[in-house]
Nanobody
Framework: VQLQASGGGLVQAGGSLRLSCAAS????????MAWFRQAPGKAREFVAK????????VYSDSVKGRFTISRDNAKNMMYLQMNTLKQEDTAVYYC????????????????????WGRGTLVTVSS
């Protein structure tokens, strides 16, 4: 299974972007998908996650109220609608899948995510 994130680009602060994550096939027993980001010189950061069956979502405090995660199980797709973008949102964004429901510190353990996609760069200018 390959994951490919797309939709990044250059946007002014206050603007919007929609990221997509395409899975080459539906991974068996996927429980959740998630978005992470990594800004230059900083550690990777959890952004949001969504469960595949119920669509339960969790956001990091830094994006809550501005970003919306969604998924389309029939198309093997996940999305991240990003509104009211800030310069601090500048980062490479990655999507992941997991067979288990990760939460808290577990989300930051790379090995607990089954697949990682190639990132897409989001640059927010002033």
């Amino acid at each position: 299974v390959q994951l490919q994130a797309s939709g990044g680009g250059l946007v002014q602060a206050g603007g919007s972007l929609r990221l997509s994550c395409a899975a080459s096939s539906r991974p068996s027993s996927v429980f959740m998908m998630a978005w992470f980001r990594q800004a230059p010189g900083k550690a990777r950061e959890f952004v949001a996650k969504i469960t595949m069956s119920r669509g339960t979502v969790v956001y990091s405090d830094s994006v809550k109220g501005r970003f919306t995660i969604s998924r389309d199980n029939a198309k093997n797709m996940m999305y991240l609608q990003m509104n009211t973008l800030k310069q601090e949102d500048t980062a490479v964004y990655y999507c992941t899948t997991s067979r288990v429901n990760l939460s808290g510190p577990e989300l930051l353990v790379d090995a607990l995510h089954d697949y990682w996609g190639r990132g897409t760069l989001v640059t927010v200018s002033s």
